[in-house]
């Protein structure tokens, strides 16, 4: 079935160095692709998506990239706050079979000030 | 944006008895509300896709007699875990769609199940 690997699972930084997750689908068909910043004991949050037809997108210090052939995406962080400490997750959706979000694994990020 | 809220935030309940949790869209009406679980530092698992006014699609291997979904209207869904035992304690957790685009999909904020 549809499956999105995630790594790191694990990703300690300093404050105001960057940091990166990475993220690989398997369905040719997904063409919409989110980022969820969830904290402890709450619902994930979306922070950023991008569209298939696009390759890059940038909101003030997340950006996300897209390799379509290579069904590869991930999310950059610069300058990391100790507030972006969190647990991250990707997702893909296709919008064929229901609209289902495929979730990674998780990151769980941690700023170190 | 638009909001989810769900009902209880934390419930704790003895096995062998039911418990019902609520999800709904404050603000918005949602075409299809899905319903997550989650396991301590794991991702999110979808149990059950639910459109208003039809019975919920369900994936494979979740039990849709332990799970049960109703979505009555546009605003509202719920699932009760029926005969809960402690291995049904998880973080449950609803979204709801809004229409047919992509980026309209709203999460609530969870409910912790515990099962003593």
């Known amino acids: 079935g549809e499956n999105v690997e995630q790594h790191p699972s694990t990703l300690s930084v300093q404050e105001g160095d960057s940091a990166v997750i990475k993220c690989t689908y398997s369905d040719s068909a997904s063409n919409y692709f989110p980022w969820y910043k969830q904290e402890l004991g709450k619902g994930p949050q979306l922070i950023i998506d991008?569209?298939?037809?696009?390759g890059e997108k940038k909101d003030q210090r997340i950006a996300v990239t897209l390799n379509k052939t290579a069904k590869h995406f991930s999310l950059h962080i610069t300058e990391t706050q100790p507030e972006d400490s969190a647990v991250y997750f990707c997702a893909a959706i296709s919008n064929t079979g229901g609209f289902k979000t495929i979730f990674g694994a998780g990151t769980r990020l941690f700023v170190k000030a | 944006g638009a909001v989810v809220s769900q009902h209880p935030s934390r419930v704790i309940c003895k096995s062998g008895t039911s418990v019902k949790i609520e999800c709904r869209s404050l603000?918005?009406?949602?075409?299809?509300m899905f319903w997550y679980r989650q396991f301590p530092k794991q991702s999110l698992m979808l149990m059950a896709t639910s459109n208003e006014g039809s019975k919920a699609t369900y994936e494979q291997g979740v039990e849709k007699d332990k799970f049960l979904i109703n979505h009555a209207s546009l605003t509202l869904s719920t699932l009760t875990v029926t005969s809960a035992h402690p291995e049904d304690s998880s973080f449950y957790i609803c979204s709801a769609r809004l229409g047919r685009k992509l980026r309209e999909q709203y999460f609530g904020p969870g409910t912790r199940l515990t099962v003593t």
């Open positions: 603000d918005f009406q949602a075409t299809t």
């Open positions: 991008i569209r298939s037809n696009v």
